[in-house]
């Protein structure tokens, strides 16, 4: 019998861009409800989302394990998004293992290893991928399919990687980040601190040709390799404006969650390119 029940989303990080736009999706998706709850951290208040009064619970004033915990006990099958900030990550990370709540981790950067080695051990259900976007994440999919295929064939080649995102955005693209590490796989000799971050409007709408409507919203990433001898050259390039692609993604990512919790599956902690895999995106 198929289980009616709607998938009941925190979206923690409501109050910021992708949270917002995040739980707009959640709102308007079948099978999914948000719930009227969401850790924030410094902004408490209530975050009016398409009709659904969520109170954002400041987490330097409150007892976030205590707020969860209610939530987990009030919603059974809680599924908790994180949106929040890369200095956020690890702790947050670390809350809801504590928990036990299943999460989907779209927040980049923090100590990476760290968080997946300490979700791993801990059994907690988890997502944890710094691109939700399905075209996205099929590219990066391919760019570790060729890597494992071919380990190598790139090597000699110059990289050089440059990522453009809206002025607020103070690390570097984890998606850019993950994409590197293909190339090293690749033979490409190169550290993820020589990509190249634009974050300046003049740059923005000349070089990178980013509409001046999606200055506040955008990811125009070009990943070019250059043979030694500057014969061959290769170019990929991904433009991303607004946010819809990792909402939509994020709330893929919840539904596929859901079904490996209810399955009790023995792999417990999964990345996006697991979900692409089972078809789980629309
Ligand atoms: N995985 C993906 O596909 C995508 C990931 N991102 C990542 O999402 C993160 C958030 O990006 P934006 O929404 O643009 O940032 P933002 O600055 O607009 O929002 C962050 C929000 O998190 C809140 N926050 C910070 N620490 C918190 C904590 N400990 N607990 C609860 N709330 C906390 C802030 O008050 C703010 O409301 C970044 O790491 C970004 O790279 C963004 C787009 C797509
Ligand atoms: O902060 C953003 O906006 C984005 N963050 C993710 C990243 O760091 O790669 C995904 C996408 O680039 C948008």
Known sequence: MVDAT???????????????????????????????????????GVVDVDGVAVTVIDVDAEDGEAVLKKAMETYPGLIVV??????????NGELYVKCGVPFVMGT????????????????????????MGKQV?????????????FPGAFAGYTLTVTESHQSSKKDTSGTAKAIVASFNDLGCDFDVSQIELVRDVENQTGRMGVPEE??????????????????VSFEFQHNVCGRSIYAEGTVDAVGFLKRKVDAKDSK???????????????
């Open 6 to 44: 709607p998938t009941p989303v925190m979206v923690c990080g409501v109050g910021g861009k992708m949270g917002r736009a995040t739980a707009s999706a959640v709102v308007r998706r079948d099978g999914f409800e948000l719930i009227p709850t969401a850790l924030g951290k410094g902004r408490a």
């Open 82 to 91: 994180d949106y929040t900030l890369p200095e956020s990550v690890n702790a």
């Open 137 to 149: 994440v099929a590219f990066q999919a391919a760019m570790k399919l060729m890597a494992e295929q």
């Open 268 to 282: 417990t902690l999964y990345d996006m390119i697991d979900v692409l895999k089972e078809g789980a995106m629309n």
């Open 214 to 231: 999606h200055l506040l919203g955008h990811a125009f990433h070009t990943y070019r390799l250059t043979s030694a001898d500057g014969t």
């Open 108 to 131: 980049t950067g923090g100590d990476r290893d760290a968080l997946l080695r300490e979700v791993k051990a801990s059994g907690n259900y988890a997502v944890i991928a710094p691109q």
